[in-house]
């Protein structure tokens, strides 16, 4: 599934643990209740993608642009989501023990219920050097 293209696109229920999604168009689909574990969705468009009751658990989402995107009570165990933009994103009730949210823009995202203790939120000191160029040359 790499770069496809599948807006609107039903996967409900859908086994398709280990497949990768990396820089797929799934705007608007429908994955919930799927079973993606180890799942690759690295810089995946998921703009209002439904994946509620979903088994996400050691999946990546890294860079991904998840605007708006239903979570809802997803399994979601060490998933990451470092660089994900999870803006306006539903995470309610959604399990996110040891998940990383380094650098994750969460502007207006739900996370009523959502299970975060555990999660790794943004290294300040890894983000300063993910940012550093070197000087220019003379």
């Not at 209740?33 to 996400?56: C, H, I, P, Q």
């Not at 650098?103 to 050097?129: F, H, I, M």
């Amino acid at each position: 599934f790499d770069s496809t293209i599948a807006e609107q696109t039903d996967f409900q229920g859908a086994d398709a643990r280990g497949a990768f999604f990396g820089k797929a168009n799934l705007r608007g689909a429908k994955l919930a209740k799927a079973r993606l574990r180890y799942a690759t969705f690295d810089e995946a468009e998921l703009e209002r993608a439904v994946l509620g009751d979903s088994d996400l658990r050691e999946t990546r989402f890294v860079k991904a642009h998840a605007q708006g995107a239903l979570f809802t009570s997803a399994r979601m165990d060490y998933a990451d989501l470092s660089h994900a933009d999870l803006s306006r994103a539903d995470l309610s009730g959604t399990n996110l023990a040891a998940a990383n949210l380094h650098a994750a823009r969460t502007d207006g995202a739900s996370w009523n219920g959502a299970l975060t203790a555990t999660a790794k939120q943004t290294d300040p000191l890894r983000l300063q050097a993910e940012a550093w160029r070197p000087p220019p040359r003379r």
